[in-house]
């Protein structure tokens, strides 16, 4: 046995030295905190364990429930001591630029080669959002599921709040669903339109509930049993006093948001009706431009007759805001604001191609509004979709 160890000792004695560098052996760590969140809350995404002054490039991608792919990509730089924090670290391009938080999840678009005219929805709220990030060695912009990720993690995105009360409406004629807070109220109440394509979406008027308001997402283009030629202002009506009168809505702190075409009813609704007095409305992508003044069928009948204006662009992308231009001085073909007493806010793209949205912005302005915010979203963000 001493003739043995003697052997080994003078073995490991002359046996060259060799060392493996960990440089070469490093495993990139990414991290997203909270794994688990609303799709509006926050995150923190890091990577560590990176060479210093390392090219990577972080990429989110998301399956839709329509099975169409979305993805995000930004291109990094480690610091000094390999680490990539995106709340405060910039994006030296991708799909955004610069320090952007939530880039992976605002900036999604269609992977390439993905059918056209696609649109990115929540439908079924008992299922989270799944985002898939991971990061990739250099700066890349393509081929990233031909290319192995140096690491990868998964993140979910709920639009309902655990506790949140998802109510089906179909009450006087109306459809609906409303959203209610947890706890035991009264909460502000606010009722949801979305465009005039739409149908029922909910995910906007659940996210509100998670955030403290009792949301109605109001079916007034496509309800079942029911024609459009009897959605009129009545309906509207009818729809904001069940919201108002429900026992957990405070029927003095009532709202009406409205999107594209339910933009056009908001404006109608809360200058022209005697019972829908909301104490603010919000107007995303619309104009006053459209009256509502009759039944639902016979409005959008009239938009399509003015199809015969809108151009198509180099990309076979229809221009639509071209039917409302120039905006009219005769006050009869619009809203007349100046009777809408709430505060309004406008919220609008500069690059807005279905409605023109900054000319309708700046006539209402004109108009005698008394208390009108309008905001802009940056032309190079106009996608942001969260």
């Not at 029911?226 to 729809?239: G, H, I, Q, S």
């Not at 409305?281 to 409005?299: L, R, T, W």
Request: glycine fraction near 8%; hydrophobic fraction near 35%.
């Amino acid at each position: 046995m001493k003739c043995w160890s003697t052997l080994i000792g003078r073995f490991i004695m002359l046996a060259p030295i060799r060392t493996v560098s960990t440089e070469s052996r490093r495993c990139p760590l990414l991290t997203v905190q909270p794994c688990r969140g609303m799709v509006d809350e926050k995150f923190q995404v890091v990577i560590k364990n990176l060479l210093p002054n390392q090219e990577v490039t972080l990429h989110s991608l998301h399956q839709s429930e329509d099975k169409d792919c979305w993805e995000a990509f930004g291109h990094y730089i480690s610091d000094e001591h390999g680490t990539v924090t995106v709340a405060k670290d910039e994006s030296l391009g991708g799909t955004y630029e610069g320090t952007e938080q939530m880039g992976l999840l605002w900036s999604l678009r269609p992977v390439p080669g993905s059918r056209p005219a696609i649109r990115l929805r929540k439908t079924n709220l008992l299922t989270p959002m799944v985002v898939n990030i991971s990061v990739y060695s250099g700066h890349t912009s393509q081929g990233f599921s031909q290319t192995s990720a140096l690491a990868t993690t998964v993140t979910e995105r709920w639009y309902m709040a655990p506790g949140v009360q998802r109510v089906d409406i179909r009450e006087n004629g109306v459809q609906g669903t409303l959203f209610l807070p947890p706890g035991p109220g009264p909460y502000p109440g606010v009722l949801d339109l979305w465009g005039g394509s739409a149908g029922l979406i909910e995910y906007r008027s659940a996210l509100l509930a998670s955030h403290g308001f009792a949301c109605m997402a109001l079916e007034y283009t496509t309800p079942a049993k029911l024609k459009k030629t009897d959605v009129n202002n009545t309906y509207f009506e009818k729809a904001y006093k069940i919201l108002q009168n429900h026992p957990l809505v405070q029927k003095d702190k009532m709202a009406m948001l409205g999107l594209c075409f339910g933009s056009a009813i908001t404006f109608s609704m809360t200058a022209y009706s005697s019972v829908i007095k909301p104490q603010c409305c919000v107007c995303i992508s619309g104009s006053h431009v459209v009256p509502v003044d009759k039944c639902i069928f016979e409005v959008l009948e009239d938009m399509k007759r003015r199809m015969g204006k809108v151009p198509v662009n180099e990309d076979n992308h229809l221009i639509h805001r071209d039917t409302i231009l120039p905006i009219p001085s005769d006050p009869d073909l619009k809203v007349d604001a100046g009777r809408i007493k709430c505060p309004i806010m406008l919220v609008n793209g500069t690059d807005d191609q279905n409605w023109a949205t900054v000319e309708s912005a700046q006539d209402l302005s004109c108009c005698g509004v008394d208390k009108l915010n309008h905001m802009h979203t940056l032309k190079k963000t106009h996608g942001r979709r969260f």
